[in-house]
């Protein structure tokens, strides 16, 4: 399959084929109370909470259709990966359920959670530095060493495909949704959920929500020209990575907008739902409900266009409860 043939039906056919949860939908009133009181009309907010997904995080249903595949052959020496953490784990599981090896290069600023769990799946662990070229060049020097195939974490159409069963569920589970916000980092999700979402319904608005730190898909969108970030750094670790490619042919075919919040904003976020919700999210996940408390911008979208219902994807729960403590009390107030 090419970038080019990522389709809805690719989309169903992963969602037949691969063994996932599904996950809930989860609605809180306090916090759709604030969001329409910030955006002078009232919304309704239902959250997609794949922080219940095998191995706390979307990624796992990516990996899940990559690895079944492969053929026996591309299968037999196991797979590669490189990730920051959950694209790791989603990729131990799903190898480890077939029974073949998986070789997993990690920046060395991983959450220990993450690292732990990667172990815990039986995966073989590189550490690198946290720089995207040295990620790449590591996995590759794996991937010729054990003669394993490579499985990148978004810029993969089997990937894609999987991410985009999300879409498929939240449309079956909430009726009449006028819009859906994803998260974005190298864009798998983004571009499955939006592939899956406008074909599904092509009235709907797909928004991105991103770190304004790390901010190249909000770049890229509104230049109409590709943008990278030279140092990535936030606290939503999930959402460093650069833009792919595949993601960024696909962004201006299904993607209606792109939005931003601060590390402070994505924090409480965060504290807010974990206190409200009782869902311990990572960070990566509070950027999609912060974009609708905080982002001006959308806010006026959200009038503009009429918007009351917004399905919001909560893409991960892997986080260190003390790490998560610490950072409550940095951006407290």
């Known amino acids: 399959m090419t970038s ?5 039906d690719h989309i169903l056919q992963a969602t037949e084929r691969i063994d996932v949860h599904r996950t809930p939908i989860a609605t809180c009133t306090a916090i759709n109370e604030l969001a329409s009181k910030n955006n002078d009309v009232p919304v309704e907010l239902f959250f997609k909470c ?16 990559a690895v079944a595949l492969l053929s026996d052959e591309e299968a037999a020496n196991g797979v590669v990966c490189h990730s920051s953490g959950n694209h790791a784990q989603a990729i131990a599981l799903a190898a480890k359920n077939r029974g073949i090896p998986a070789y997993v290069v990690m920046p060395k600023n ?22 995207q070229s040295e990620r790449e060049t590591m996995a590759e020097k794996v991937r010729v060493e054990k003669g394993a195939s490579f499985i ?3 810029n ?22 006028d819009a859906i916000i994803v998260p974005v980092g190298g864009g798998g999700m983004l571009t499955g959920c939006s592939i899956a979402a406008k074909a599904l319904n092509p009235k709907i608005k797909v928004f991105a929500a ?35 490619d595949i993601a960024y042919k696909e962004l201006f075919k299904h993607v209606d907008d792109v939005f931003t919040v601060t590390e402070k904003e ?18 990566s996940a509070a950027v999609g409900p912060a974009v609708t408390i905080y982002n ?38």
């Open 4 to 8: 080019e043939q990522v389709t809805i």
């Open 50 to 65: 794949e922080l219940f997904q095998k191995t706390g995080s979307f990624k796992f249903r990516g990996a899940s259709n």
């Open 110 to 131: 991983t959450s220990k959670v993450k690292k732990v769990a990667v172990y815990a799946y039986g995966a073989q662990v590189t550490e690198c530095e946290p720089i």
């Open 152 to 154: 990148h974490p978004f």
């Open 156 to 177: 993969n159409p089997n990937v894609i495909a999987g991410q985009g069963t999300i879409a498929v569920e939240l449309l079956s589970q909430v009726n009449d949704l």
């Open 210 to 244: 991103e770190p304004s730190q790390v901010d190249d898909c909000y770049r890229s969108f509104k230049q109409h020209d590709r943008a990278t970030n030279s140092r990535p750094e936030s606290v939503a670790d999930g959402l460093l990575t650069n833009l792919g």
């Open 266 to 283: 994505i924090i409480q976020t965060m504290e807010l739902i974990w206190g409200r919700m009782k869902l311990c999210i990572e960070p």
């Open 296 to 333: 001006k911008d959308l806010q006026a979208r959200i009038k503009q266009d009429g918007i009351k219902r917004i399905g919001i994807i909560l893409c991960g729960g892997n986080i260190d409860i003390i790490n998560a403590v610490e950072l409550f009390q940095k951006y407290k107030g």
